[in-house]
């Protein structure tokens, strides 16, 4: 396996109740690369990301951030160790103003890595201008393409090494997520690394990348190539369309 | 409604209640001054409440136990052991917060029902602990002629003079309910309150966040308690009957969850009351749970909650007549 990745999972393992989730499962995402997670839905792609996040317990298997061992670290710690996760369905925060939610995110980073908050805030928001003129409103008034906008400014304020993505174009209108796409393009360019979870093929394209295709908690595809068309219809359908 | 005019409307709100506060002793009648105390001693619990419950989203029945902590704790201290009052109000406070977190560590894991239905266990366990543990507590005889406080030969034995330091310390309350809320400690209340997952998503230590907020409001409700003790000087079970707990409760939810003039307009509306209602005699708990009923079905979030639903009342209007909202855009 890469000795240089970055985050690295073990036969990683998830089981709810008597219901294996996820079957162990190995990958390894280099710094700077892209982890393409498909499948159909209650494939266990949401299940892989609450894992790595420390967000779901394993049943067996070890996570590793760089050298480190962190299969035990609770969620709450990971963020500030560089894992940020953004989860499904956009964590929308009633009652709280875009800015509060940007704070929450900075704070997340921890006291050593954070830096100055204008500085930070400045950041996020080049990279989301439409946030800049929201920063009083309450987060609930916000579109669903602004809200997953907000979601992963709120994320990246944690200053993550890996940043997981649980399906940011859920529910978005096209123009939105053209729009997420292209914010998530250029933090790839830069060099940070990313799971994204997805269950239709993205347009979204890293220098290093793998895909990994999910059925029924098993990994049925997994290269460092994007399957065909033709290929991806047959692992979702099963066996019969093929 | 903005937010920035509903805090402006909260504001001159709180204005008021002070003017009225500072006022009352000069041209109430003593019946007056009696029961502002109660609804600033009320309102201190209800604070505390508001910081579990409005501001970190967990159901709380236990404010009562903390109080009960608070004032078997001045009583006792001060009657059996002859420790100074504020010593034994101190010190109640610090047991109570110790409670909170002897409790809280194993109750705050749960969520939603099952801490509502724990802690309300809680609620009557107290209630009849201190009703049966007479040798301690003289069961429901209680413990009366607790000593008075005081500052140096001054003592707050009399009415006017516990108004005064019934409201110090509410306000004080209310100044440490606003100082939590616009911290960072509140903001993350706030978005556990929503999402726990979300909440850890952002670092947040949501068991250490959660045992905060009722640490810190179990520690107000015991010193409401130690006031309440000390205001009447007199201590039984009835004062954490479950009936209390249900009061500050529709408190809370009448004043609005989260808020600032809330739990003082929601005290003040169910200590005063009775008194309103008093000519209607057999009536009066009809006329007063109707309107009850009527506040909760137009304004679901309370007077001054954070979030204005509509209510259902006004989801039963014809689409015309309901309040103009802004339209949540896609």
């Known amino acids: ?242 | 409604m903005s937010p920035r005019t509903r805090a402006r409307i909260e504001f001159w709100v709180l204005a008021l209640m002070l003017a009225c506060v500072i006022l009352a002793p000069f041209v109430g009648s003593r019946l007056v001054v009696y029961d502002l105390t109660v609804t600033a001693l009320y309102a201190m619990v209800v604070v505390s409440l508001n910081i579990v419950l409005g501001l970190a989203g967990q159901v709380s029945f236990a404010q009562t136990t903390f109080m009960a902590i608070g004032g078997y704790g001045s009583a006792l201290l001060t009657t059996a052991l002859g420790l100074d009052p504020w010593a034994a109000l101190a010190l109640s406070a610090l047991l109570a917060l110790a409670a909170a977190l002897v409790i809280g560590v194993p109750l705050l894991r749960l969520r939603g029902h099952y801490l509502a239905m724990a802690t309300f266990a809680l609620a009557l366990g107290t209630n009849s602990f201190v009703t049966a543990a007479t040798p301690l507590t003289n069961g429901s005889i209680g413990i009366s002629s607790v000593p008075p406080l005081q500052i140096g030969d001054f003592a707050f034995d009399d009415a006017r003079s516990f108004y005064v330091l019934s409201w110090v310390a509410c306000i004080g309350s209310m100044g440490i309910f606003a100082l939590l809320a616009h911290s960072h400690i509140g903001r993350a209340w706030r978005a556990l309150a929503t999402g726990q997952e979300i909440a850890q998503s952002l670092g947040i230590d949501v068991t250490a966040y959660k045992v905060l907020a009722f640490a810190i409001g179990a520690a107000i409700a015991s010193v409401a308690g130690s006031l309440y003790v000390e205001f009447t000087s007199f201590v039984g079970p009835d004062l954490y009957d479950i009936g209390i707990v249900l009061n500050v409760l529709l408190m809370l939810f009448i004043g609005g969850r989260g808020s600032h003039a809330g739990p003082v307009l929601g005290a003040a509306i169910l200590t005063f009351a009775p008194q309103f209602l008093a000519g209607l005699e057999q009536y009066q708990n009809l006329v007063f749970f109707g309107f009850l009923l009527l506040l909760i079905l137009t304004w679901p979030s309370g007077l001054f909650g954070r979030v204005r639903d509509s209510g259902p009342i006004e989801l039963m209007l014809p689409i015309w007549l309901r309040r103009r909202r802004s339209a949540e855009s896609p």
């Open chain 1, 1 to 242: 396996m890469n000795a240089a990745a970055l985050l690295r999972a073990e036969r990683v393992a998830v089981r709810y109740g008597r219901v294996d989730a996820l079957h162990p499962l190995s990958f390894a995402a280099a710094p700077g690369s892209l982890t393409l997670v498909l499948g159909p839905n209650g494939a266990g792609k949401t299940t892989l990301v609450k894992a790595l996040a420390g967000a779901a317990v394993l049943r067996s298997g070890r996570v590793f951030l760089g050298d480190e061992d962190i299969s035990w670290v609770p969620a709450h710690r990971r963020v500030a160790r560089g894992i940020a996760l953004v989860p499904e369905g956009r964590g929308r925060l009633p009652g709280l103003s875009v800015f509060d939610n940007l704070v929450l995110g900075w704070h997340a980073a921890g006291r050593g890595r954070r830096g100055e908050r204008a500085d930070a805030l400045d950041e996020v928001l080049a990279l989301f201008p439409v946030l800049k003129e929201r920063l009083d409103q309450d987060c609930s008034t916000l579109s669903g393409g602004e809200m997953q906008m907000l979601a992963i400014a709120r994320a990246l304020l944690a200053k993550p090494q890996v940043l997981l993505l649980d399906e940011p174009s859920l529910g978005l209108a096209p123009l939105a997520v053209a729009r997420v796409y292209e914010a998530l393009a250029i933090l790839i360019a830069n060099g940070l690394s990313m799971v994204l979870v997805e269950q239709k093929a993205v347009p979204l394209r890293g220098a290093r990348e793998t895909t990994i295709v999910l059925q029924n908690g098993r990994a049925v595809f997994q290269e460092e190539r994007r399957p065909t068309v033709e290929e991806l219809a047959s692992l979702y359908l099963g066996e019969r369309a093929a």
